[in-house]
């Protein structure tokens, strides 16, 4: 699976930004998709992520960090994972990452897979 994200930018505190990833492959249903992001000088942190299930349709997880003001999407119909960013904060700034796996910890990034190059989002005061 390749992905690629795209979507970021400059934007204002309270402001609003939509990522996207796009991935390659037939199989990108069978993926749990998750965002993560990175600040300079820390660590990958998990963002969000969202399951698929052909019966029940997606399960979404957040982090509390943005509970509320985030949302996690996907169109396996066109092998995409959307993140709406809204009432973004200067703490949001970082280089946003997809990522694809098949099981494990949804908040890992080690359980993941596949990653996609990131892009970086700078929110301004």
């Known amino acids: 699976v390749q992905l690629q994200a795209s979507g970021g930018g400059l934007v204002q505190t309270g402001g609003s930004l939509r990522l996207s990833c796009a991935a390659s492959?037939?199989?990108?249903?069978?993926?749990?998709m998750g965002w993560f992001r990175q600040a300079p000088g820390k660590e990958r942190e998990f963002v969000a992520a969202?399951?698929?299930?052909?019966?029940?349709?997606?399960?979404?997880y957040y982090a509390d960090s943005v509970k509320g003001r985030f949302t996690v999407s996907r169109d396996n119909t066109k092998n995409t994972v959307y993140l709406q960013m809204n009432s973004l904060k200067p703490e949001d700034t970082a280089v946003y990452f997809c990522?694809?796996?098949?099981?494990?910890?949804?908040?890992?990034?080690?359980?993941?897979?596949?990653w996609g190059q990131g892009t970086l989002v700078t929110v301004s005061s």
């Open positions: 990522a694809a796996a098949l099981r494990g910890d949804y908040s890992a990034p080690r359980e993941y897979d596949f």
């Open positions: 969202i399951s698929w299930s052909s019966w029940s349709g997606g399960y979404t």
């Open positions: 492959g037939r199989t990108f249903s069978s993926y749990r």
